[in-house]
């Protein structure tokens, strides 16, 4: 809270963790820290997610430098007619890029920032699109580097249990699985996305925004300053012979190949394993690095194939493409030290007897992990940290309190609180990335999407509320919060928009009278027609394809 600096800081957790151990001596402590940085990195499944990160890194760079993106956007531009229509593009591009959160920003930005801005969307409503898309369709995968954390996080936190997973009867991915219909935040963030985008009703400041882009033209507020569209480390995309193969071939070649190698190496191929047993025991790392090498090859082999780049070129993307991974790497390094740092110093033991002895309700328990959660990613601006930090004390805590039953629900929470800190704060990096490749003033993306987050966060406390007085199934969970913030969203534009005597429904700009804007009518869209209507498809079938996932973790 007081740097700022979410380096710094997960550091010097570990650092003092490293300290309280070594008996107050600093020397000591340094050296220890060393040792536990070694130590994380050499375990086998943190070594193969470091290199699957890499990989990643790579394969999104050829995706956009081979010009795969340009093709995209090159495809798409005479199908847009409107804000509308540009806003709703971005929510369903940001859907099929699920394997990595920076990669989204950076591909699913550059492919619509110009579309957005030349049909009079507003930056802030641009940048919140990408950041409330992101987070939650990375989370859920099927195939994404954060599923590979997570799971490595549910390792770290059966470290602190007496009972290990093959007790329990499940595999730490089995577990992730079986959480994912709990990570109600990130259900609900994402809906709204769509919801809002596809209805046009928006509240709060976005209101304002929308009105003053459509209205003048105006799709930045004036005197406010954009971030640039830094792009360094990838390059600028190629010119030459830019196809769609290089941005959706290497995509389905990640989504099969990883699929195929987590089903493979889980025993899916004998007669005896069925498909759920399969998932549950895989080695979910060692799939995903082998989803990920392939995707970095096909996109290799794309670019010198379809001749977008020579030998050179696509040799120094795979460079570049690491790079852009260095910070999500250093952040995971420390994330899992820190955990390591509190399993040495008894942090979850010492929560765990302060709770029980409290007489705390076990049935409360989702409630206070997710709020726990909210502050601290907001605070430190990094939902991959806040899982650090969290899940070694969430997962004994849960045992302890109640038993295994509780904790897919801790974990689901858990996650969505790390995500809504990362949307709302202003020092994290996935929110800071949507501003820079939106070209929005990133104060004003925080001040416009922070109302949107909170109301998706409302109606998640609402539910775990509703959790801790006997409601325990997520199949009347989930329907139950998609019917409230659909409520929520409608009752806050009404109320707004009157207060403010503004149109509920944002018109297009061309339906506003430049010489007499305060005349303007709701809007009047049809969503039957094409780019809504493929959005809706596009999104259930991800969402089906995310529950059949889901259903594998038993």
Not at 164 to 188: D, H, K, R
């Amino acid at each position: 809270m007081t740097t700022r600096q979410v380096l710094v800081s997960l550091f010097a957790g570990v650092w003092i963790g490293a300290l309280i151990v070594a008996g107050w001596n600093p020397i000591a402590a340094t050296a220890l820290t060393m040792d536990w940085l070694v130590e994380v990195v050499r375990s086998p499944f943190d070594t193969k997610f470091i290199l699957l990160i890499m990989f990643m890194g790579a394969g999104a760079a050829f995706i956009y430098r081979s010009g795969g993106i340009l093709a995209l956007e090159r495809w798409i531009g005479d199908r847009v007619d409107g804000a509308r229509d540009s806003q709703i593009l971005t929510w369903i591009i940001g859907v099929f890029i699920f394997f990595d959160s920076y990669t989204s920003t950076v591909v699913t930005g550059n492919a619509t920032r110009e579309l957005s801005q030349e049909n009079q969307s507003s930056r802030e409503m641009h940048a919140y699109v990408l950041d409330s898309t992101t987070s939650p369709v990375t989370t859920f995968g099927p195939v994404s580097n954060w599923i590979g954390f997570q799971v490595s996080m549910v390792i770290a936190g059966f470290e602190a249990v007496d009972a290990t997973l093959s007790e329990l009867g499940v595999s730490a991915f089995g577990l992730f699985l079986q959480s994912i219909p709990w990570n109600i935040y990130c259900f609900m963030a994402f809906f709204m996305v769509g919801f809002i985008s596809i209805t046009q009703r928006f509240f709060g400041p976005m209101l304002d925004a929308e009105w003053r882009a459509r209205s003048t033209g105006q799709t930045i507020r004036e005197d406010a300053t954009a971030l640039s569209n830094v792009s360094q480390d990838v390059g600028e995309p190629s010119e030459q012979n830019p196809s769609l193969l290089n941005f959706f071939v290497p995509i389905i070649v990640l989504l099969v190949v990883g699929l195929v190698s987590m089903w493979w190496l889980g025993g899916g191929y004998q007669p005896d394993v069925d498909i759920a047993t399969a998932f549950q025991e895989t080695d979910v790392a060692l799939g995903l690095l082998y989803g990920a090498f392939a995707f970095m090859i096909t996109g290799f082999a794309g670019a010198l194939g379809l001749r977008t780049m020579d030998l050179e070129a696509a040799s120094d993307t795979i460079i570049d493409g690491f790079k852009t991974m260095n910070i999500a790497i250093a952040i995971i390094v420390l994330a899992w030290a820190i955990g390591l740092a509190a399993e040495n110093v008894g942090t979850a033991q010492f929560i765990v007897d302060t709770l029980v002895g409290s007489g705390v309700p076990g049935s409360f328990l989702p409630l206070i992990i997710f709020v726990a959660a909210m502050f601290i990613a907001f605070t430190t601006g990094t939902s991959w940290g806040t899982m650090g930090i969290l899940t070694p004390i969430a997962i004994p805590l849960g045992y302890e309190l109640v038993g295994p039953s509780i904790l897919p629900v801790l974990l689901g929470v858990l996650f969505g609180g790390a995500i809504w800190g990362d949307h709302s704060s202003p020092i994290s990096d996935t929110t800071v990335m949507s501003s820079i490749f939106a070209g929005s003033d990133h104060i004003d993306h925080v001040n416009t999407q922070i109302p949107f987050a909170a109301t998706a966060a409302g109606v998640t406390v609402i539910i775990l509320l509703l959790y801790g007085f006997g409601l325990r199934t997520p199949y009347i969970a989930l329907p139950l919060a998609f019917v409230l913030t659909a409520v929520a969203v409608l009752a806050l534009n009404k109320f707004d928009a009157r207060r403010k005597g503004l149109p509920e429904v944002m018109p297009p700009a061309e339906d506003i009278d430049a010489d007499s804007p305060d005349s303007a009518r709701n809007g009047d869209y049809s969503f039957l027609s094409p780019i809504p209507v493929i959005s809706v498809v596009v999104v259930l079938s991800y969402l089906a394809l995310v529950f059949v996932f889901a259903t594998l973790g038993g």
